[in-house]
């Protein structure tokens, strides 16, 4: 009797072992799937996290150009600090620093 012809319980073995390896398959395909369905919510889910993170740093931007402006920066500082332009008679060049730095007077 070859292995081919031998029966168990009226169903040839090799059926037998055919039919089990096709739920095998069936489930391993359904765990496949399953898997991969949870994995694509969660990628969908990081994907919508980085577009509200790009959202929030184009906010950020806007506001730190808003906050470095010229103008704005100015009158805060003379506003709040009492700062204002460097007069033309205080300014110096980079040789007459060193001279400025001891306390000598400008020649």
């Known amino acids: 009797m070859s292995l081919f012809d031998r029966k168990i319980r009226g169903f040839r073995l090799v059926d037998v072992v ?7 398959m069936i489930l ?10 949870s994995e694509r ?7 919508r996290q980085i577009e509200a993170e790009k959202v929030r740093i184009r906010l ?3 506001e730190v150009a808003h906050l470095e402006q ?9 506003a709040h600090l ?3 332009p460097v007069e033309a ?10 001279e400025v730095a001891l306390g000598k007077p400008k020649s």
């Open 18 to 24: 055919a039919l089990g390896v096709l739920v095998a």
């Open 28 to 37: 391993v395909v359904y765990l496949a799937k399953t898997m991969a369905g």
């Open 41 to 47: 919510a969660e990628i969908a889910s990081i994907e």
């Open 60 to 62: 950020l931007q806007a």
């Open 70 to 78: 010229p103008a704005r920066v100015e009158a805060l500082a003379t």
């Open 82 to 84: 009492g700062m204002a």
């Open 89 to 98: 008679k205080r300014e110096t060049t980079i040789d007459k620093l060193g």
